[in-house]
């Protein structure tokens, strides 16, 4: 509490905001403020736009979606699929693709080809499906073992952007399977009951409910942290490799090794502790991941295969914020920064079947092809698409080692001129203060000749004059 009224207490050695010293000086501060707010807010509405943009109006796009349908029975169940697909058919409803048995023979045949990423999930029907209802119906052996979870099939990559798929796929697949069952009843209920033997229970409730959909997710994802994956998971590594470059580059200025060593030198030891740092981040990174993964059905394999992918990606954005942090002005690094953040973020938060054409661009960013391959490593080597993310990422890292030499130069040769700068700044101090004791030395001498002649020292040349005449 000392110190609160110190604070309001005026001191000696402060210019009060009235005085003339601030004159011509308000308005420039004025204006300087009022354009850094501005900046800022249009920074702000320009990014959040663009991340908001991204999944404007997502829903209307879940037609873009493609499922796959196989219908192995071959009957009326199969029927019943497609006459369920024509009520939901829209750009709200993925888009149902169907195909003949023989393209697709086995249901192994149905999953592969949802797990490649050419399909984001599948139904089918099982095959004699429709005979066993039929028979069912009739009463009973058949009626009695009759199962209506042998009927349907769903199958989705859960691991493929899980809150996407989750919500746009697999709740989509269920509304299917579930509608199945209710057109079953108005194509063949009225000859169902007609056949049905209305004195078996078994027979009764095989008609009651003749079709249950059954799901078969590839890889489930159902742990909370799973929303995190591609929102925090992205940011994190992008935000900790940009604190690091900033204690770098101080601690480097404050040791005087930017000015005084060589810029090989600096290039190594830079990139040597880039490259621990980074390495130990992705760890960290992996490690907290792997710590909130609940029943996540992943392998020691896919920790360190994560841990790879994770240490390319922040090697890469240390690159960036390296090159960024020697070439743009600190006044402007916010604005590069938070917009990079940004982008790479929009880039992974959705999946591209439901965002603007526009945004497609973002396949050349880091952080897409960083989660594509996560994805591919957490389904087991399903959806992989690392035949397009593995060389966008390393050239990425090509590109930014090269411009690491540079950069490194610039910053060293900034470094340099800013200590020769003070080492000039100091001489001319110095040198002044050597010129001002050296007059005053000079009048010191004077006055002691003076004082040997016998004259006043205090007396002018105009007073000795007079006094002379």
């Not at 209307?60 to 493609?66: I, W």
């Not at 390393?394 to 900034?414: A, L, N």
């Not at 002044?432 to 006043?456: H, I, N, P, V, Y």
Request: with cysteine; proline share 4%.
């Amino acid at each position: 509490m000392a110190g609160i009224p110190s604070f309001f207490q005026r001191s000696n050695d402060r210019i009060h905001r009235s005085h003339d010293f601030w004159t011509g000086k308000r308005k420039g501060f004025v204006i300087a403020s009022t354009v850094a707010m501005i900046a800022l807010n249009l920074l702000f509405l320009a990014d959040l736009s663009y991340l908001y943009g991204v999944v404007f109006k997502s829903g209307f796009r879940v037609h873009n979606f493609k499922v796959l349908m196989v219908d192995f029975d071959g009957g009326v169940i199969g029927q019943s699929v497609n006459g369920a697909y024509q009520q939901f058919q829209g750009n709200t409803f993925p888009t149902l693709i169907q195909h003949d048995a023989s393209e697709f023979p086995t249901e192994s045949d149905v999953r592969e080809a949802v797990c490649k990423g050419h399909f984001w999930g599948a139904i089918y029907t099982h095959r004699d499906a429709s005979s066993r209802l039929a028979a069912a119906l009739a009463g009973g052996e058949a009626a009695t073992s009759y199962n209506p979870a042998d009927t349907i099939t769903y199958v989705w990559n859960a691991a493929r952007y899980p809150s996407f798929s989750q919500g746009y796929v697999q709740a989509n697949l269920v509304q299917l399977a579930g509608a199945a069952g209710t057109v079953y009843g108005k194509i063949n209920g009225t000859g169902a009951a007609q056949s049905m033997n209305v004195t078996d229970a078994a027979a009764v409730q095989a008609f009651l409910n003749p079709i249950q959909g059954v799901a078969a997710p590839i890889q489930p994802t159902t742990q909370g942290t799973r929303v995190f994956y591609n929102t925090v998971g992205v940011i994190m590594p992008m935000l900790i490799n940009f604190f690091f470059v900033m204690a770098l580059n101080g601690i480097s200025g404050q040791m005087q090794f930017l000015s005084r060593l060589p810029r090989l030198d600096n290039w190594v030891i830079r990139t040597i502790f880039s490259v621990i740092f980074t390495f130990t981040a992705a760890l960290v990174t992996t490690a907290f991941t792997w710590e909130y993964r609940e029943s996540w059905a992943v392998t020691g394999g896919d920790f360190a295969l994560t841990w790879m992918a994770l240490w390319l990606f922040m090697h890469v954005n240390y690159y960036v914020y390296d090159a960024i942090t020697a070439f743009i002005p600190m006044t402007f690094l916010a604005f590069f920064v938070f917009t990079w953040i940004i982008i790479n973020v929009g880039s992974a938060v959705a999946p591209f079947e439901i965002t603007p054409g526009f945004y497609h661009w973002s396949y050349a960013l880091p952080a897409k092809e960083m989660y594509d391959i996560l994805t591919t490593i957490w389904s087991k080597g399903c959806a992989n698409v690392n035949y397009r993310a593995l060389p966008i990422l390393f050239s990425w890292w090509v590109v930014g080692t090269v411009v690491s030499f540079f950069s490194t130069r610039r910053r060293c040769d900034d470094a340099m001129k800013a200590a020769a700068d003070e080492k000039a700044k100091w001489e001319k101090i110095l040198k002044t203060g050597d010129e001002e004791k050296r007059g005053e030395s000079d009048t010191a001498k004077s006055a002691g000749a003076d004082l040997e002649k016998g004259e006043d020292p205090s007396r002018t040349p105009s007073t000795a004059a007079q006094s002379s005449g």
